[in-house]
């Protein structure tokens, strides 16, 4: 069922859902939404399972005319989302039918901005995914960001979907988003390649996150880090979040469209329950890094997923 028309496209905007994990011994890194948190709950909003595809927006949003009738959320940063030119909330549940546009601006806070919609948006699963890896063209619409008239289909709805009409995410749940932001982190697997001083300085200075980066990672500008034992290393594999340092002492962040291997040595690793915040990171905002145990990181996490299981219809 045709869903919506794409009347303007935004800066990049592309269908995406929790990624295609399972192939990075093939080389495939899993792509996914950047923030997968908000994916997620906005997907809950809306009666979809959490994985369902979306629209992830970045930094400007789009344009798009309603073909039928649907339950949406918005969720992520605030991309001052209008329906016919009225505004409309973010994390909240609401209905568009057909000959609605809906519109949306350029961010006020954070990065990315994701719109879910009841049933879920179709495109055809690639590696048991059909999030868009826009590097390799896989995925999605044709591996692309939306261009202007495309056209987006969506499955089969729940006839009962109206009934989440007005559904709301509690306060709580709602991330704040800033120019500034803490990522907490585990040191390792390769600290050991770095001296005592780099260490300290890696944690204790602020990183301004530069233009060139995207969902491959984040380049970051600031105080330098010194390696004990070289910057290369035998390739290894990598994570999402693992932060690797090249020769010119200043950090990567990988990043969902990350390659699968790496040469440098990873002096941390940004926690589970830190990666949405990684998502909604901007060129020029800065990040300081703060190291917290496995342990405290098993538990953040368990209280990020302790809130989004709460938005679960019961």
């Known amino acids: 069922m045709r869903l919506l028309r794409v009347i303007k496209p935004g800066f990049s905007t592309s269908l995406q859902d929790l990624g295609r994990r399972g192939f990075a011994g093939s080389g495939v890194s899993e792509a996914g939404a950047a923030d997968a948190y908000s994916l997620r709950i906005g997907n809950l909003l809306v009666g979809n399972p959490e994985g369902a595809a979306g629209l992830e927006m970045t930094l400007v949003g789009g344009t798009f005319e309603v073909l039928s009738g649907a339950v949406i959320a918005v969720t992520g940063s605030d991309f001052a989302p209008a329906l016919d030119g009225r505004a409309i909330p973010l994390w909240e549940s609401l209905l568009v039918k057909a000959g609605d546009v809906l519109s949306f601006g350029a961010t006020q806070s954070g990065a990315r901005c994701y719109l879910c919609v009841s049933g879920g948006i179709d495109v055809p699963e690639i590696m048991k995914s059909r999030s868009t890896h826009l590097l390799t ?6 591996g692309r960001a939306l261009r202007e008239n495309d056209f987006l289909h969506t499955f089969q709805r ?7 009409v007005g559904r709301k995410t509690p ?8 120019s500034s932001c803490i990522l907490r982190v585990i040191l390792g697997p390769d600290d ?8 300290e300085t890696f944690l204790s200075s602020y990183y301004v996150i530069t233009e060139s980066s995207d969902r491959v990672g984040l380049r970051l500008d600031g105080a330098l880090l010194e390696h004990s034992r070289g910057a290369d290393i035998p390739s290894e594999g990598v994570t999402t979040g693992a932060i690797q340092v090249p020769a010119n002492g200043l950090p990567i962040i990988l990043f969902v469209e990350r390659p699968t291997t790496g040469g440098y040595p990873t002096i941390a690793s940004v926690i589970s329950a830190d ?7 901007r060129p020029r905002d800065t990040i300081r890094f703060q190291s917290v145990s496995v342990e405290e990181a098993v538990e953040l996490l368990k209280a990020q997923e302790g809130l989004i299981k709460a938005q679960k219809p019961s």
């Open 137 to 142: 063209k896989i995925g999605g619409l044709d």
């Open 158 to 164: 729940n006839h009962k979907d109206r009934e989440l």
């Open 171 to 178: 306060g709580e749940a709602i991330p704040l988003y800033s």
């Open 192 to 199: 050991d390649y770095f001296k005592k001083e780099s260490i």
């Open 275 to 281: 990666l949405h915040r990684v998502g909604q990171a």
